[in-house]
């Protein structure tokens, strides 16, 4: 196969146009995108990105997760297919590029091939993952999970969003329940394009971030029984607290965080008090604690000490507590040859690039349970993201999916 020429590149305006046209739906209000997993907004996404991908000429399936696979045939038919996507769901105060960039860089990589006719003997799927962030649904990462057969359909049809909607009830709303068995699809090699959703490749004035790996994380769901009374006339000493309870369990987390570091982050991102009203004590406050880490060992010890703590202090304020791991998964190792097909295809294309550990989990940590799977990662802004103003450059996109493009053909192997 003849060497990939450096002045191979995609269109990096045609691929801004995509980013911002899909942008358009599901608009936050503050000039980012709120267009939760399995809602309208989700559909009318889907259905965009569905009639792109026939205009490039590709063919859909659909799994029972509602997983979109996009499929450019390859010269051998037999031939496992190279996978590359991402997820269009987004965070309810999401920015326009989180999973978005991933996945119309696929497409973009074949807008490109159809340009410039080139053929691969592999077959290359464009993938849009459902419920990658776990927002609506926890846990996140969910159709990937079940693909990769870390949960079962049933576990995961059952999933309730706050409203106490099930995914299953909610994905045949919207009329995207495939008819393919999930996980059934076997890759030859999966590549994912995201932003880094961290402050470290723009401090370090890089185009590229080359990941290795992808730190492990455990969801930690808390439920802590207090007793309601009046927050006016129940005495201190009488007070059964569990609002106290939570504000000593998230300054705890802080500091066995701060104690493991380097490396180590822990909060917590979501808080229900009940029934969460200003002169009432809670009766029952709910929240999850997100720790992570690269470091397996280390991962598992936090956790261990956190719920031995949040014990001791419940116990110590007569709060009743419980705890359920609602989502989780071990530190990620990529594929090498695949990581060293990205760091080739940067160098070859003359972008900076540093290797970088994901802060943030992705598809790609459970696809790599499954097929030789790695990341490429672009700068954003600040290393802002979830958060509507989430930012990118044209040109770091456009660095990002030029790279995707020379390792996908790389693995798919050009044909004449
Ligand atoms: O939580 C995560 O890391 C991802 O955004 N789902
Ligand atoms: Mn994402
Ligand atoms: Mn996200």
Redesign the pocket.
């Known amino acids: 196969m003849a060497a990939l020429g450096q002045n191979l590149r995609i269109n990096p305006d045609r691929l801004w146009d995509s980013l911002m046209d899909m942008a358009k739906i599901g608009p936050g209000i503050a000039g980012g995108n709120n267009r939760q997993t399995l809602t309208d907004a989700d559909a009318e996404g889907r259905r965009l990105f569905q009639s792109w991908c026939e205009d490039a000429g590709l063919t859909m399936g659909v799994d029972k997760m509602g997983t979109m696979f996009l499929t450019r045939p390859g010269t051998e038919p037999n031939a496992l297919p190279v996978y590359v996507g991402s997820h269009l769901d987004t965070q309810p105060t999401g920015g326009k590029y989180?999973g978005v960039l991933g996945v119309l860089a696929g497409l973009e990589v074949v807008r490109t091939l159809n340009d410039l006719g080139i053929r691969t003997k592999h077959p290359i799927v464009v993938t849009n993952w459902a419920n990658?962030?776990?927002a609506r649904f926890a846990p996140?990462?969910l159709a990937s999970g079940v693909f990769a057969g870390v949960h079962s359909l049933d576990y995961a049809y059952g999933r309730k969003d706050p409203e106490g909607k099930t995914y299953g009830e909610e994905l045949k709303r919207i009329g995207w329940v495939g008819e393919e068995e999930v996980g059934a699809r076997k890759m030859h090699a999966y590549f994912e394009l995201h932003i880094e959703?961290g402050p470290i490749l723009e401090a370090e004035d890089k185009q590229i971030g080359v990941v290795t790996h992808c730190q492990g994380?455990w969801w930690l769901e808390f439920t802590l029984t207090g007793r309601e009374a009046h927050t006016g006339s129940t005495p201190m000493n009488l007070r059964v607290n569990a609002g106290l309870a939570m504000a000593r369990i998230m300054e705890m987390v802080q500091t066995v965080a701060m104690e493991n570091q380097p490396g180590a982050v822990g909060g917590v991102g979501q808080v229900n008090f009940s029934p969460n009203s200003r002169n009432v004590l809670p009766g029952k406050v709910v929240f999850t604690v997100d720790i992570r880490t690269p470091d397996l060992a280390k991962l598992n010890a936090m956790r261990a000490r956190i719920e031995t703590e949040a014990a001791e202090i419940c116990e110590a304020l007569g709060v009743g507590c419980s705890v359920e791991a609602v989502g989780h998964f071990d530190p990620v190792t990529f594929d090498p040859k695949l990581v060293s097909s990205v760091r080739a295809a940067a160098e070859r294309l003359g972008y900076s690039h540093m290797d970088l550990i994901s802060g943030?989990?992705?598809d790609a940590c459970w696809a790599a349970k499954v097929a030789p799977a790695t990341m490429i990662m672009c700068p954003c802004v600040g290393g802002l993201s979830?958060n509507e103003a989430e930012d990118i450059s044209k040109d770091w996109a456009g660095a990002g999916c030029d790279v995707l493009l020379h390792a996908v053909l790389e693995t798919a192997e050009v044909v004449g």
């Open positions: 989180d990658e962030e776990g996140a990462m959703q994380l943030a989990g992705h979830h």
